[in-house]
């Protein structure tokens, strides 16, 4: 192995784990505020690079169908728990403003020239098909068992996991995609040419993580969301609803897995059920951090990306379980210094 | 009875039943406007579950109307918008923030919607509590016990609640500290904020309100106004007793 060679795999190796590192981010976030464990993380992924794809090929996308189906049956739910609750039935404008969403988005994809949009555009419209999906699912199938314990969220959100990675079989079809790269300029760095999708996604993430970061320490909105995870009774006798921080948590990791994914596209092709490898490599980042630090979390996610890089180069057969050997010594030492902490009075 | 004008808070037949076991039975009262009322009883009377009903943080079965509205089902978002606080038994605070965040955040309901006076109400909160100010940047975990008491309070006062209620302000605090929560109780119904007050410190919750009612077994089992109870033989035996007769010099 020379400089060249190590350097080019630092590339990728930085690249993915930038990536690995939105996404512990956003597990960590899912997890710490609902106690669940996002498992359809990878989802917002595949979804979001597939989506973009369909678009660049100028298709419409039957996504906005799903999310239309979605909203529809969250609207009726939500009328239907009103009612129950005695207060009529009603209609409020947050539901039409959602279903108007929705049948615009219907109708931009069959009448927007899709594949001569710029790429700027095109990658607004796949956020803004698959952004809404996160709140839409904790609404329909996490917010009814808000209540119950960690195990059965799980159990939930496997399932979810499934069911997302056959519709999108549905959706998108068995083949993989690959998008065209934002730009084609390289940057040259002594003996690498750095590959221009490289630094959008460095540099993107670096913003995502920069702004989630200003978001929790500055912003009252984050504080609220972080005031849940440490005290959700508190919390609520602030006002602070538990659903709203649900699925204002479930649209921001759809927003990060969904860049994640656009901003992948480019460099791997990825196929409907390729999520799940890559969100449970963002998991072991996520575990590095033990499941609470942030900044330990975005570390551990980076130093899985490189250890994946590197592991290819010597032992690309035992690429995977190279990787994910990484957890057992985390967990190990994670247990035996960590102690059960009783939830402060 | 308690006979007031539009009371800001009128409970009807409230009843809560853990399983078959019945917590609440049948609780009614009422709370006026600027008025303190307080709720007295032994151990597991269900004075924290009558609390946590009105508020619904607790399903339950009766009336609640607050402000003016009957809420079928309380909820409690709903309620907290409405201006209704609790500070519970457990202070619930968030204790790896900071104590200025703590009170931030009991003022969000009011910053959703835009509400311009926050800053106004943290100086009040502070005026009122000079030891949150010292100690604003610590996190809300190191504080003393009167000290994350007053952050209780002082968190819920941040949204401007016109009633509120306080599940047992005086539990495992030294006794002058209990005597200077009682006198920000009394300070506060002077800003034009209801209480209704639940406490196990008989002598010196009757002293400061207005109205009491005496809950045994789930049930009101006595009520009028607080000096009259005060002097009822029936309480003075089971509340008043000799033994808790250094609970006076406390209020005072």
Known sequence: ?345 | MNQVNNPLLEVKDLSVAYGKVEALSNASLAVGQGQIVTVIGPNGAGKTTLLSAIIGVLGSRGQVSFDGRLEAVPEVEVLVGRGLGLVPEKRELFSSMSVEDNLKLGGFMRYRQRDRYLDASLMEVYSLFPRLLERRKQAAATLSGGERQMLAVGRALMAKPKLLMLDEPSLGLAPLITREIFRIIAQLRGQGVSILLVEQNARAALKVADYAYVLETGQVAMQGPAAQLATDPRVIDAYLGAASKHQAMLAS
Not at chain 1, 186 to 214: C, D, K, M, R
Not at chain 1, 296 to 309: S, T
Not at chain 1, 318 to 345: C, M, Q
Request: proline share 5%; aromatic share 10%; hydrophobic share 55%.
């Open chain 1, 1 to 345: 192995m020379n400089l060249q060679i190590a350097l080019l795999l630092g590339q990728d190796g930085v690249t993915n784990g930038a990536i690995y590192a939105l996404l512990a981010l956003s597990i960590l976030l899912v997890f710490t505020v609902t106690r669940i464990l996002l498992i359809p993380q990878g989802e917002f992924v595949t979804y979001g690079a597939l989506t973009m794809a369909t678009i660049q090929a100028g298709e419409p996308t039957p996504l906005a169908w799903l999310l239309l189906a979605l909203t529809v049956t969250e609207c009726a739910l939500d009328v239907l728990a009103r009612y129950r609750a005695g207060r009529g039935l009603r209609v409020d404008r947050g539901m039409l403003g959602k279903l108007a969403w929705c049948a615009a988005l219907v109708i931009s994809v069959y009448h927007l020239p899709l594949a001569s949009l710029p790429v700027a555009a095109q990658a607004l419209l796949t956020l803004c098909l698959v952004v809404p999906l996160g709140p839409r699912l904790y609404r329909l199938f996490f917010q009814p068992i808000a209540g119950a314990t960690p195990l059965v969220l799980l159990i939930v959100s496997i399932a979810v996991h499934v069911a997302m990675v056959g519709v999108g079989l549905l959706l998108f079809g068995p083949e993989g995609a690959r998008t065209t790269p934002f730009s084609q300029a390289g940057l040259e760095l002594g003996p690498v040419t750095l590959n221009s999708q490289t630094l959008w996604v460095l540099a993107l993430s670096l913003v995502l993580i920069i702004a989630l970061f200003l978001f929790f320490g500055r912003s009252l909105y984050g504080k609220a969301l972080q005031a849940t995870a440490v005290n959700r009774n508190g919390a609520r006798l602030m006002g602070i609803s538990p659903e709203l921080a649900g699925k204002a948590t479930f649209a921001m990791a759809a927003f990060i897995g969904c860049l994640s994914g656009i901003l992948i596209a480019p460099i791997t092709t990825l196929y409907f059920d390729s999520g799940f490898i890559i969100s449970l490599k963002g998991f072991v980042g996520a575990i590095i951090g033990g499941l609470v630090s942030y900044p330990l979390a975005a570390l551990g996610a980076l130093a899985v990306g490189l250890v994946e890089a590197f592991s290819m180069f010597w032992a690309s057969n035992y690429k995977e379980v190279i990787v994910f050997t990484l957890i057992i010594p985390f967990l190990l030492w994670r247990s035996l210094r960590s102690h059960h902490v009783e939830e402060d009075a």
